[in-house]
């Protein structure tokens, strides 16, 4: 496991791993060439599960398990204190099974973060003996206020050594959703969620949902680099016929944005945002947040990226004369 981390990194740093296309360019903000307000004034924090974020930003969960792992959460979790915004570990799997890789993930402890995210896998709710025990090891190891579960079956699907047997895990994310005390997120990792997955967990306890749509990171895209690198000819290939597999980021929001409201649930929309003006679009379709990857993992400069992400939020809410975020939510949006 330790290798496919590795793996992963260096695949997604080294190589491009992106949807072939980025559906954000699907939606355009309607230019209000009268904004009649002050950018200077312009509000973009935000209330999460209860925290207060100057941004609504989070660094998607992405990594640990590895020496590196602690390295990158490290850098990410300074620019989270720094900006005051929301951060996610990778999957937390390998510091459950093994304690020598906590700190891999535990680092994050040491900032002032205003909500972290604890992560595990769908898959593994179904091989762990007490699930609902390891979620609660997993929040505990970096203080989380609350805990993503993450659904990546078009990854396992594509990935050599993945696990393909998904029978039983609607019943698992209910019951730890029910026996956590912090918020449970579902999370999905690339390929989207519809409305017939939202109507399946409607009754559990779940209070936030990560669309993880399509458009940016395509897991099938990176599975298909390691089979090739194995010499694993049909994995390659099936990886990249599912390449640009999933709901779309945007249109995920479409689907579920309005059930989410009605439920109370937050939606947080990750899956191809490159700045700020994606994030802005991400607030007007629905979402409460956005959440980035790839941006922030592949960059020069995170402090760079990070101030380019706020200029360019606040321009596409200047340019549509949006005070706050409230407004943002109502502002008119076209699809092209
Ligand atoms: C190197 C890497 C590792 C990732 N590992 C995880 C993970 O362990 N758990 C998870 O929920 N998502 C994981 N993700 C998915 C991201 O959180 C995010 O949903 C996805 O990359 C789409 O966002 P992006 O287009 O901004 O990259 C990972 C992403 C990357 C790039």
């Known amino acids: 496991m330790k290798n496919r981390k590795k793996e992963h990194l260096k695949i997604v740093i080294g190589e491009d791993v992106r949807h072939s296309y980025n559906y ?24 999460i599960f209860g925290k207060k974020l100057n941004a609504p930003l989070i660094i ?35 510091g459950i099974e093994n304690k020598d890789v906590v700190d891999s993930y535990s680092i994050i ?42 659904l990546n079956f078009l990854q396992e699907v594509i990935q050599p050594e993945g696990e393909r047997n998904a029978r039983g895990c609607i019943d698992e994310i209910k019951e730890v959703s029910e026996s956590i005390t912090k918020p449970v997120i ?33 897991f099938s895209a990176v599975e298909a680099y390691r089979a090739k690198k194995i010499k694993n000819k049909i994995q390659e290939e099936l990886g990249k016929i599912f390449w640009d597999w999933g709901i779309p980021t945007p249109y995920s929001l479409i689907e579920i944005a309005d059930l989410c409201r009605d439920a ?50 606040k321009a596409g809410m200047f340019l549509t004369g ?10 008119e949006i076209w699809s092209l």
């Open 109 to 150: 402890k040491k900032y002032n973060i205003p909500l972290k995210i604890a992560n595990v896998g769908a898959p593994q709710l179904l091989e762990w003996n007490d699930p609902v025990e390891k979620c609660n090891e997993a929040i505990e190891m970096i203080d989380a206020d609350a805990l993503a579960i993450h």
């Open 322 to 331: 949006c005070k706050n975020l409230d407004e943002l939510r109502e502002v």
């Open 24 to 47: 954000w360019d699907d939606f355009m903000l309607v230019h209000d060439a009268l904004p009649e307000i002050n950018m200077n004034e312009i509000d973009i924090s935000t209330q």
């Open 186 to 218: 579902i999370k999905e990792t690339g390929a989207g969620i519809s409305r017939k997955v939202f109507e399946k967990i409607a009754d559990s306890s779940i209070v936030g949902i990560d669309v993880g749509g399509a458009g940016g990171t395509s």
């Open 60 to 94: 998607a969960g992405m990594t640990g398990g590895i020496k590196e792992a602690k390295i990158i959460n490290e850098e990410l979790a300074k620019i989270a204190e720094k900006y005051s915004i929301g951060m996610g570990v990778g999957s937390q799997r390998a």
């Open 264 to 313: 109370g649930i937050t939606l947080i929309a990750t899956g191809g945002i490159r700045h700020g003006l994606d994030v802005a679009k991400a607030i007007a379709l629905g979402a409460d947040s956005a959440g980035v990857a790839n941006a922030f993992l592949t960059c020069d400069s995170l402090n760079d990226t990070m101030e380019i992400f706020l200029k360019s939020l």
